[in-house]
């Protein structure tokens, strides 16, 4: 396992294979897993998602893991980003896919959530949790 830091974001880089945690929703199979290039992990705290910048890059498979340390539930809510895009979702949240795919996914006290993709396009994709009364913001700026 290899550590590098990229504009303030810890990124690790991950060989091998992965052990997904117990599925809800879209569960992946585990041979699905384990071949992502990076895994950032962004923690949920006293109503603030840390780090609140994520940097990716085009074509890049990622791991994106929250864990939410707050007492109360919060939810990840990509604004673009993953619109019409495969999404592998794992770990004890409950996502939610509409239409266009992927939506949402409620992240409960003390839960971790997996997220599994790959960008495809380069640009500044707002994140927020929708619950009521909770302003809660981050980007996902993603090079080209
Ligand atoms: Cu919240």
Redesign the pocket.
């Known amino acids: 396992m290899k550590r590098i830091k990229l504009a303030g974001v810890v990124v690790t880089l991950m060989c091998g294979m992965w052990s997904p945690g117990s599925g809800f929703g879209a569960v992946v199979p585990a041979a699905a897993l384990g071949q992502e290039d990076v895994a950032v992990t962004v923690h949920i705290e006293n109503?603030r998602f840390v780090p609140h910048v994520v940097n990716l890059r085009v074509g890049q498979r990622v791991r994106l893991i929250f864990k939410n340390e707050d007492v109360?539930?919060?939810?990840f809510v990509p604004a673009n980003l993953l619109v019409r895009t495969n999404v592998q979702v794992s770990g004890d949240g409950a996502p939610q896919f509409g239409k266009e795919g992927f939506r949402r996914v409620l992240i409960p006290s003390g839960g971790q959530v997996e997220l599994v993709f790959t960008s495809k396009e380069a640009g500044s994709f707002p994140f927020y949790?929708d619950?009521p009364g909770?302003i809660?913001n981050g980007m996902i700026v993603v090079d080209g």
């Open positions: 109503r109360e539930l919060h939810a949790c619950l909770h809660m």
